[in-house]
């Protein structure tokens, strides 16, 4: 296949878990796909290593502390390098890019997203908080097929509705393995280490995206998103823990007839899709030998212990600028965390803290939303040194 016929992607966070994978898919289909930009935080070495081997064009550092590291010296003379948050959107914007991977962690993907839709490229998302701060805005960018969702989940759900779309919509199994402590108590969970939290049963993420999902407010952010891009109640979008990780999500029709999407849990596979859709491509990956699974087994999750997928749910019910401070609170306590200023439990305490404070606005604007962000910011920060202090 020729150059000219090449998918021509930009990878946002290429040196993170996603993007790393997302990078492996395109190595597997060099024929298909050609990585013509990439961006960092502020791993610049990764950032060299992905520019190098793929000849990229244009490579981006979103964090302007790290714009001159010295490292940055080797990469391609034919490279241009930006930095900052306006040149990661400005990235989305080339002429040069046909399809944006936004892996970025954090509220801070979202402007990009905008940039993405906005300039008519294909967003191949798995920056979940796009959709979770920002998905009153997002969503009346995005055209049909524009957008596609990278979380295996979502991804399902899609690949569910290929071809049915026009189906009444009974309900979505959104499905979530547990995490590291399925069936824990909320005493146990008290005193429980950011190390054995950080030891996901099946998924290998990032470190903030494992606490996340062992608090279960992974599963509640997933089901803001899923709202957003398939245009379905909450109370319709009914978490489903599937501890063997091999149903990735499940849509019921009006008629009680249920379609799930199985696979092995590798997210190359929804990676690709994004890229290769509407076609299908040769796996990326191993395949599920069925006959080994034994049994698939299924449950409700336990809102009493993990309070933070119901506080997530509150959010999205009541929607408007609630979602925004829940989303940049639970990131200040996930960070406070992992550097060991609070307790697992703390996680929803400061979350819920957060919420209660807030004045719920309905969204109009990015830079409102930056504002309310930075806001639920610095009073997470607030409530964390207030409970070191009791």
């Known amino acids: 296949m020729s150059d000219v016929k090449r998918l021509r992607v930009a990878i946002l966070g290429c040196t993170g878990s996603i993007g ?25 070495k990764g950032l060299v290593r992905a520019a190098r081997e793929f000849g990229v064009r244009s490579a981006c550092v979103a964090d302007p ?10 990469l391609p003379a034919s490279c241009e390098l930006t930095s900052g948050s306006s040149a990661l959107a400005a990235l989305c914007e080339r002429g040069d890019v046909d ?9 801070a993907g979202l402007s990009a997203s905008i940039a993405a839709l906005k300039a008519g490229k294909r967003l191949a998302l798995a920056n979940k908080e796009s959709l979770v701060v920002g998905g009153d805005l997002i969503m009346p ?7 596609l969702p990278v979380d295996s989940e979502h991804g399902a759900i899609f690949q569910c509705l290929v071809g049915d779309r026009r189906s009444p919509l009974h309900a979505i199994w959104l499905t979530c393995s547990g995490g590291p402590f399925f069936g824990k108590s909320r005493s146990y969970l008290e005193h429980v280490t950011a190390d054995r939290a950080l030891r996901h049963p099946t998924w290998s993420m990032g470190r903030k995206i494992s606490i996340d999902s062992a608090t279960l407010m992974n599963k509640g952010l997933e089901r803001i998103e899923a709202m957003h891009l398939f245009g379905l109640p909450l109370d319709d979008i009914i978490v489903l823990i599937q501890r063997e990780a091999k149903i990735h999500s499940m849509v019921e029709f009006c008629d009680g007839s249920v379609i799930a999407q199985l696979g092995t849990s590798d997210m190359r596979i929804p990676i690709q899709y994004a890229f290769s859709y509407p076609e299908r491509w040769d796996t990326p990956c191993e395949r599920v030998d069925f006959r080994t699974i034994g ?25 408007g600028t609630l979602p925004c401070v829940l989303n940049a609170a639970n990131e200040v306590a996930v960070d406070a965390y992992l550097s060991g200023a609070c307790g697992f439990n703390d996680i929803g305490r400061i979350v819920e803290r957060a919420l209660d404070a807030h004045e719920r606005e309905d969204v109009e604007s990015l830079e ?13 920060r607030d409530i964390i040194a207030s409970l070191a202090q009791a």
């Open 65 to 74: 502390a790290h714009a001159n590291d010295p490292i940055l010296e080797e």
């Open 295 to 319: 049994s698939l087994s299924f449950g409700a999750p336990d809102t009493a212990a993990f309070t933070c997928l119901a506080l997530a749910g509150r959010a999205g019910k009541e929607g």
């Open 141 to 147: 960018l995005a055209a049909p097929d524009q957008l």
């Open 368 to 380: 409102q939303l930056s504002e309310v962000d930075a806001w639920a910011r610095a009073r997470s």
């Open 20 to 44: 790393a994978q997302a990078l492996d898919v395109c190595r597997q289909h060099i024929d298909k796909l050609e990585v013509v930009a990439v961006s960092v935080h502020r791993n610049t």
């Open 99 to 107: 399809c944006v991977l936004n892996a970025v962690v954090g509220a």
